[in-house]
């Protein structure tokens, strides 16, 4: 039950059904998953960790706000590590992998992300299922680790952003195709260009879009 009342409200925050300094109450989440008290201030404690909300004393939790700063410095991060797992996914990746990835890839043409927020939803969706498989890919489990952490914020920073975002994702199918070539052709240096002439095409309209840089 935890596991799935902290799904439920990472994604309400994801998503922004919970806004930006919302304040969400542990007697609320108890009387709508009828549980105790106990296992949503551990979900809340949970969430705290991965810095979708702050604890306060007395009042519950609120919403953390997006900020550019943060952002950014996930950015970094996540683009160093993700180049370093698409590396090692040219080199580890298996036949089955390879065939999941280009699933995932076909599965793009189904949906328009400028059309409304279901299609967009799931584009996203198919987008991080694609990442998912290349860390994996990696056989790296601390990495994968990692990268799942900062998707989070890379997701919801993908809906606040989502008329922006959704104008960066017509190329997603053929970027997820040079990526998969590499990794077919075990040609690391080529699926590291590839991934990050992907990653920094969302990254640079959005640093243009909302800095002054």
């Given amino acids: 039950m935890k596991k799935d009342i902290h799904s439920m409200l990472r994604k309400r ?33 949970h969430l705290q960790n991965e810095k979708l909300i702050i604890l306060l004393p007395y009042r519950g939790a609120q919403v953390t706000f997006i900020e550019l700063e943060f952002f950014f410095q996930t950015v970094a991060v996540k683009r160093t590590l993700e180049e370093m797992a698409t590396r090692l996914a040219a080199r580890w990746a298996t036949e089955s992998d390879i065939r999941q990835m280009r699933e995932i890839t076909d599965r793009l043409r189904e949906y328009n992300p400028e059309k409304d927020l279901e299609s967009f939803e799931m584009f996203l969706e198919l987008d991080t299922q694609f990442h998912r498989t290349v860390w994996q890919a990696s056989r790296n489990g601390l990495l994968v680790d990692l990268l799942e952490q900062m998707q989070i914020h890379i997701e919801r920073y993908y809906y606040y952003s989502r008329h922006t975002a959704a104008g960066t994702m017509g190329g997603f199918y053929d970027d997820f195709s040079a990526i998969i070539q590499a990794i077919t052709q075990h040609d690391p240096d080529a699926a590291s260009a590839a991934v990050l002439t992907h990653l920094d095409g969302y990254y640079e309209v959005i640093h243009r879009t909302y800095t002054k840089e």
């Fill in 13 to 45: 925050i994801i998503r922004g059904e919970y806004e930006q300094g919302e304040i969400i109450r542990e007697a609320d989440v108890a009387k709508e998953f009828q549980v105790s008290r106990t296992p949503v201030r551990e979900v809340f404690q």
